[in-house]
C-alpha cells in the first residue's frame, strides 16, 4: 500500500484536490454528506491538504473535509503579487510544514497549483523546496497554466513561478494548460469544472495503477524513472472508450493531441513515457497494445506499459509523458516577456507621473472658491 500526499495550493489548487476528493468519494453522486460517511475509493492510503491565503476559497471546497482544509491569514489573499504571497509563506512556513508534519510519512507526493495566480504560485516553489529537504521522498508538481488572454500579471506570473518551481527541487512538473484545454466548452465555470474533473480523473487512474497488485503493471519505481527523463516538465494524456473499441485505437487516443493535457507533438517532444492500460481481458490484445507501444518507444526512446484487467470494462488508458521539449512553453514565454515590458513600461510612466500630475499642477496655488 503506498502513502501518498496531495496538497492544492491556492484556488485553482484547492478546486482540483476538490475534485479528486469528489471523485474518490464516489463522484459525488451521493451529495454533500458524501465526506462525512462514505470510505473514499483509494487503495492507498491518500492524505488531502488544501492551503489557501483566501479563506472563501476554502470555503467553496465541498468533498474536503474541514480539517483538510488550511487557512493562512493574510488579509483576502495576496492579489496576484508573487512577491507578498512568498513573504506570507516565509511568515507561516512553521505553521504550515507542521500540517504536512502530522499527516506522517509518505511514499509520494503531489503539488497542485496555477502558475499564474498569487497563492500557489508562490507558496508552491518555496513548499517544494521545504519538504525537500525534510523529506526523502519525491515531490511532485501539476501546474495549470493561464488562459493567454487573462492579462499581463498573469502571464509574467506563470513565467516566474514555472521557473521557481523547476528551481525547487522538485522531481518533475506535470502540465495542463487551461488555454489548450478551453474548447472543454461552457462558461468559464463550466470550463474550469471541466478541466478539473479531467485532472482529477487521470490522478486517480495514476494512484490506482501505481498500487495495483496486478500483473505487468508498472510501480512507484517506473513513474519516478519517466519523470525524471526529459526536461523536467511533463503531461497527462488519458482516454476512456464509451463502447467495445480495439485497444489500439484507444491507445493512440491517450497519445493524440485531444487527450493530453498540454499541447504537443509526443512522438516529436517526448522524453520518455509510461502507459497504463486498462480494460476487460477481451480488449486486452497483446499484440495489438505491444504494436503500439513500439510505434512510441521508437520515436520517443523509453516507453514502460502496465496492463490492469479489470472485468467487463471498456478500454482505457493514460499515459505519462516526459517532455524533451515543449514549443508551447517557449510560445507562453515569449507572450509573458512582452507581458512583462508592457507592465514595466506602465510602471515607469505613472512613476514619472506625467499626465496625472500635468492635471493636478493645475490647480497649484489656487483654493477653492465657495
Ligand atoms: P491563487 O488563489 O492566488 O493561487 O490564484 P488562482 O489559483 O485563482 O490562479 C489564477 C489562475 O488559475 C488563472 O489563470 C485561472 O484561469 C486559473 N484557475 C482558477 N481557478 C481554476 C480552476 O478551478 N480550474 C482551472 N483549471 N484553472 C483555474
Same mark, same amino acid.
Given at each position: 500500500m503506498l502513502n501518498i500526499l496531495v496538497i492544492g495550493n491556492g484556488q485553482c489548487g484547492n478546486?482540483?484536490?476538490?475534485?479528486?476528493?469528489?471523485? /474518490?468519494?464516489?463522484?459525488?453522486? &451521493?451529495?454533500? %454528506? $458524501?465526506?462525512?460517511?462514505?470510505?473514499?475509493?483509494?487503495? &492507498?492510503?491518500?492524505?488531502?491538504?488544501?492551503?489557501?491565503?483566501?479563506?472563501?476559497?476554502?470555503?467553496?471546497?465541498?468533498?474536503?473535509? /474541514?480539517?483538510?482544509?488550511?487557512?493562512?491569514?493574510?488579509?483576502?489573499?495576496?492579489?496576484? @503579487?508573487r512577491n507578498i504571497g512568498k513573504q506570507v509563506f516565509d511568515e507561516k512556513k512553521e505553521m504550515i510544514m507542521r500540517q504536512i508534519e502530522e499527516r506522517g510519512s509518505f511514499d509520494i507526493a503531489f503539488v497542485l497549483t496555477s502558475a499564474s495566480g498569487g497563492t500557489g504560485s508562490s507558496f508552491t516553489p518555496l513548499l517544494v523546496k521545504e519538504m525537500k529537504e525534510r523529506y526523502d521522498y519525491p515531490v511532485y508538481c501539476i501546474v495549470v497554466l493561464p488562459f493567454r488572454e487573462e492579462g499581463t500579471l498573469y502571464l509574467q506570473n506563470a513565467a516566474f513561478s514555472l521557473k521557481d518551481i523547476r528551481a525547487s527541487g522538485a522531481d518533475g512538473i506535470i502540465l495542463a494548460d487551461n488555454q489548450y484545454l478551453k474548447n472543454i466548452g461552457g462558461s468559464i465555470q463550466e470550463a474550469y469544472n471541466g478541466i478539473n474533473d479531467m485532472i482529477a480523473e487521470r490522478i486517480l487512474f495514476l494512484l490506482d495503477a501505481l498500487d495495483?497488485?496486478?500483473?505487468?503493471?508498472?510501480?512507484?519505481?517506473?513513474?519516478?524513472?519517466?519523470?525524471?527523463?526529459?526536461?523536467? !516538465?511533463?503531461?497527462?494524456?488519458?482516454?476512456?472508450?464509451?463502447?467495445?473499441?480495439?485497444?489500439?485505437? $484507444?491507445?493512440?487516443?491517450?497519445?493524440?493531441?485531444?487527450?493530453?493535457?498540454?499541447?504537443?507533438?509526443?512522438?516529436?517532444?517526448?522524453?520518455?513515457?509510461?502507459?497504463?492500460?486498462?480494460?476487460?481481458?477481451?480488449?486486452?490484445?497483446?499484440?495489438?497494445?505491444?504494436?503500439?507501444?513500439?510505434?512510441? &518507444?521508437? $520515436?520517443?526512446?523509453?516507453?514502460?506499459?502496465?496492463?490492469? #484487467?479489470? @472485468?467487463?470494462? =471498456?478500454?482505457? #488508458? !493514460? &499515459? #505519462?509523458?516526459? %517532455?524533451?521539449?515543449?514549443?508551447?512553453?517557449?510560445? %507562453? =514565454?515569449?507572450?509573458a516577456v512582452q507581458a512583462i515590458h508592457h507592465e514595466k513600461a506602465k510602471k515607469q510612466r505613472v512613476e514619472e507621473g506625467a499626465e496625472v500630475d500635468k492635471a493636478f499642477a493645475q490647480i497649484d496655488g489656487l483654493e477653492p472658491e465657495y
Amino acid at each position: 500500500m503506498l502513502n501518498i500526499l496531495v496538497i492544492g495550493n491556492g484556488q485553482c489548487g484547492n478546486r482540483i484536490l476538490d475534485s479528486i476528493n469528489k471523485h /474518490a468519494f464516489g463522484g459525488g453522486k &451521493s451529495g454533500k %454528506l $458524501a465526506k462525512f460517511y462514505s470510505k473514499q475509493k483509494y487503495k &492507498s492510503r491518500v492524505e488531502t491538504i488544501a492551503i489557501n491565503t483566501a479563506v472563501n476559497d476554502l470555503k467553496e471546497m465541498r468533498f474536503t473535509k /474541514a480539517k483538510d482544509r488550511i487557512h493562512i491569514p493574510h488579509l483576502h489573499g495576496v492579489g496576484a @503579487n508573487r512577491n507578498i504571497g512568498k513573504q506570507v509563506f516565509d511568515e507561516k512556513k512553521e505553521m504550515i510544514m507542521r500540517q504536512i508534519e502530522e499527516r506522517g510519512s509518505f511514499d509520494i507526493a503531489f503539488v497542485l497549483t496555477s502558475a499564474s495566480g498569487g497563492t500557489g504560485s508562490s507558496f508552491t516553489p518555496l513548499l517544494v523546496k521545504e519538504m525537500k529537504e525534510r523529506y526523502d521522498y519525491p515531490v511532485y508538481c501539476i501546474v495549470v497554466l493561464p488562459f493567454r488572454e487573462e492579462g499581463t500579471l498573469y502571464l509574467q506570473n506563470a513565467a516566474f513561478s514555472l521557473k521557481d518551481i523547476r528551481a525547487s527541487g522538485a522531481d518533475g512538473i506535470i502540465l495542463a494548460d487551461n488555454q489548450y484545454l478551453k474548447n472543454i466548452g461552457g462558461s468559464i465555470q463550466e470550463a474550469y469544472n471541466g478541466i478539473n474533473d479531467m485532472i482529477a480523473e487521470r490522478i486517480l487512474f495514476l494512484l490506482d495503477a501505481l498500487d495495483s497488485e496486478m500483473m505487468m503493471v508498472t510501480d512507484l519505481g517506473d513513474f519516478k524513472t519517466v519523470m525524471s527523463g526529459g526536461a523536467g !516538465l511533463a503531461t497527462i494524456g488519458f482516454f476512456r472508450a464509451e463502447k467495445e473499441l480495439p485497444v489500439k485505437t $484507444a491507445i493512440q487516443n491517450a497519445l493524440s493531441p485531444s487527450g493530453l493535457l498540454f499541447s504537443t507533438d509526443v512522438y516529436d517532444e517526448a522524453s520518455r513515457a509510461m502507459v497504463i492500460i486498462k480494460g476487460d481481458r477481451k480488449y486486452l490484445s497483446i499484440d495489438d497494445i505491444s504494436t503500439e507501444i513500439e510505434k512510441l &518507444s521508437g $520515436a520517443v526512446g523509453h516507453v514502460f506499459k502496465g496492463i490492469v #484487467v479489470c @472485468n467487463g470494462e =471498456y478500454p482505457q #488508458v !493514460l &499515459s #505519462v509523458l516526459t %517532455l524533451e521539449s515543449a514549443h508551447e512553453l517557449e510560445k %507562453l =514565454y515569449n507572450v509573458a516577456v512582452q507581458a512583462i515590458h508592457h507592465e514595466k513600461a506602465k510602471k515607469q510612466r505613472v512613476e514619472e507621473g506625467a499626465e496625472v500630475d500635468k492635471a493636478f499642477a493645475q490647480i497649484d496655488g489656487l483654493e477653492p472658491e465657495y
